[in-house]
């Protein structure tokens, strides 16, 4: 069994598919953050059968919850303070997601306008679509087309 | 600031006020001769477009109105790369309203963005065509006497056909509006129409390959051409410019008080002997894009006039 220490001051997010860590670390930006970052690959899970956990080191407004709800809203993130659990944060898919993903319709004004956000909004809940604000592309969620 | 970027943006009950100007304009246009006089309209135009360009100067020009404009991107600064944004920031202080068609979709959105003037989408890409959308309304309802209970037929590219999806948008707010999608397999409906439009709000429709199954139930007939532009792969385009052909015969299957609309222009998909069949309305259709473009452009200026006195 392999030990990782626990964290007494920051945020763990629990649950993430294995295989997936990596990805989330990067879409979180938690490679620009000065602070301890432990990945977990391949936990043993008894709900999921394996699992990735990433414990952070620091204050949880440093984390983007719309990013992480829109990436997999089944994600749990509990915030540790002093040695202790003291919230679960409830994700949910973001009404609208800013520079995330990329349309990637070729007739959309995002792929030759400069400095245009790449913005997308959710447009069917119950099927996690999102739609680009300009030509109305279909995105559907990642977690959505991970659990397909 | 109001614009136009889809027929949505107006309610069903600014619609029927914005056609019923429209229908005022057409009985009294002596009337509305000076309407615009001293106010200017930008037309830019970033492809190719000769109806819906001088639709919309003949317009203007009709309310007494000036024009200014380009009519290709290689003709403005955009073939210096000047981005969409700066340059209707530019146009903003030459111009009091301006039309804006380009091959990108949200083009106009984009232009709607930073504009301080009204911005009207006169076609972004494959993706909306609205002021034709409140020319084939003002065109039924004139022709017809209303726009609900009506079974309409949309033939031909209903994948890249912008003014198909504009037009289904506007009409699903209309009571008892049923639709036959006729099209080959490859120019279906795309889903953001098929499923987040008549799926999602119930609308009855049929989807046909053949147009004489369907001809004889239709109270009108909206033909389309398939466009060159849309297509990546010119084997496509050849393969399927010539799927459908409205002939004399197709329209002995016809209902008699059927009407055959088009936004024009057409190619082969409307055989020239149908335009003197008394249900080919695709000319009128032309007309009534005038009278719905003045009233647009009173409309906006209007809304525009009301902000400003109210800032």
Do not use: W
């Not at chain 2, 135009?45 to 003949?58: K, W």
């Amino acid at each position: 069994m392999l030990n990782i220490s626990g964290i007494s001051e920051g945020f763990v997010l629990d649950h993430i598919q294995a295989g997936m860590s990596l990805q989330i670390y990067y879409d979180l930006k938690l490679d620009k953050l000065d602070c301890q970052v432990a990945i977990i690959k391949n936990a043993r899970s008894n709900k999921m059968g394996k699992k990735d956990i990433i414990k952070v080191e620091c204050p949880v407004e440093a984390l983007d919850l719309d990013i992480l709800g829109f990436i997999d809203h089944d994600i749990t993130v509990n915030v540790i303070q002093g040695d202790r659990i003291v919230e679960k944060k409830a994700l949910m898919l973001p009404k609208q997601v800013r520079n995330v993903i990329r349309c990637k319709n070729p007739r959309c004004v995002t792929s030759v306008e400069q400095e245009l956000d790449q913005i997308f909004f959710l447009t069917d809940e119950e099927r996690e679509v999102y739609r680009c604000k300009y030509c109305e592309e279909k995105y559907v969620s990642p977690g959505k087309r991970r659990r397909k | 600031m109001r614009h136009l970027m889809s027929p949505l943006d107006f309610s069903v009950e600014e619609l029927d006020r914005l056609l019923d100007l429209a229908g005022d304009i057409e009985r009294n246009q002596k009337k509305y001769a000076r309407a615009c006089e001293g106010k200017k309209l930008a037309a830019c135009f970033y492809e190719p477009s000769t109806r819906t360009r001088l639709s919309f100067e003949a317009a203007m020009l009709n309310l007494g109105g000036s024009v200014l404009g380009f009519s290709s991107a290689d003709s403005s600064s955009a073939s210096k790369g000047e981005s969409i944004s700066d340059t209707i920031r530019v146009i903003s202080c030459y111009a009091d309203i301006c039309a804006i068609r380009h091959p990108k979709e949200g083009a106009a959105l984009v232009a709607a963005q930073k504009s301080a003037i009204p911005v009207i989408n006169a076609g972004d890409g494959g993706h909306q065509h609205p002021t034709q959308t409140l020319t084939d309304l003002l065109t039924i309802r004139s022709l017809k006497g209303r726009l609900g209970g009506l079974t309409i037929g949309l033939c031909g590219d209903l994948k890249f056909g912008r003014t198909v999806h504009s037009l289904i948008n506007a009409l699903i707010r209309y009571e008892n509006v049923r639709f036959v999608l006729i099209s080959p397999e490859e120019l279906r409906l795309p889903d953001y129409i098929r499923e987040d439009v008549l799926v999602a709000n119930g609308v009855p429709f049929e989807e046909m390959e053949r147009l004489e199954d369907a001809i004889g139930e239709l109270d009108v007939l909206y033909m389309t051409r398939v466009q060159r532009e849309r297509f990546f792969n010119e084997e496509d385009y050849i393969r399927l410019k010539d799927y459908y052909i409205l002939t004399r015969e197709k329209m002995l299957l016809a209902p008699s008080d059927m009407l055959v609309l088009h936004p024009l222009p057409r190619v082969n998909e409307i055989s020239v002997e149908v335009d003197d069949d008394p249900r080919a309305s695709y000319f009128k259709q032309a007309q009534y894009g005038v009278y719905v473009r003045m009233a647009l452009i009173l409309t906006l200026l209007d809304a525009a006039k009301e902000d400003s006195d109210n800032a």
